[in-house]
């Protein structure tokens, strides 16, 4: 029964990996925004559950789940990252040539340096924006969080970055 469970899970599995890189190969920027929205949906329900569970272990009443933020984080992440990020990771290729450690290491560098910063940036006026707030605002939001966001960001995005560049 195992193995007749293992087998079918691997022709499944293989079935969608080749039917998603079959679609990603004929229509990459719909592709990546399918793909986009529906990680945005996963992170931030882990991340609302993780904020619930932090709420109630500190002694407070556990928030109800926020499915607006939820979808703003899908809009976002669906019409504004994924577009951006699939000419970004091209341009980038072409900027700096090459798949060694030198060539990886400055991608990351050039990434977190550059891209980072400005798709923080729209991400923060974009959310404050979609949540009601004047643009004033939204600009005043991006210079007091960007900073603690960033040095936040660097802890994991480069060595993560530095794998998806290595791959």
């Known amino acids: 029964v195992l193995l007749l469970v293992s087998v079918a899970g691997e022709l499944m599995f293989g079935s969608f ?3 998603y890189a079959s679609v990603n190969a004929r229509r990459p920027l719909l592709s990546a925004m ?3 929205g529906c990680l945005w949906v996963v992170g931030d329900g882990i991340s609302q559950t993780i904020e619930r569970s932090a709420a109630v272990s500190a002694g407070h009443p556990e ?3 926020d499915p607006w933020r ?3 984080g899908v809009v976002w992440g669906t019409f504004g990252f994924a577009p951006i990020a699939s ?3 091209p341009l980038l290729d072409r900027i700096v040539g090459g798949t060694g450690f030198t060539a990886v290491v400055k991608k990351m560098a050039l990434d977190q340096l550059t891209f980072g910063p400005i798709l923080l940036s729209c991400m923060f006026v974009f959310m404050s924006l979609a949540s009601g707030h004047s643009l004033s605002f939204s ?3 991006v210079i007091a969080e960007l900073p603690g966001t960033l040095v936040h960001q660097w802890v994991v995005w480069p060595a993560t970055q530095m794998i998806n560049f290595a791959l």
């Open 87 to 89: 000419r970004w990771y």
């Open 139 to 141: 600009v005043n939001k």
């Open 63 to 65: 928030p109800a789940y």
């Open 17 to 19: 990996v080749r039917w």
């Open 70 to 72: 939820t979808l703003r």
């Open 34 to 36: 399918a793909t986009s």
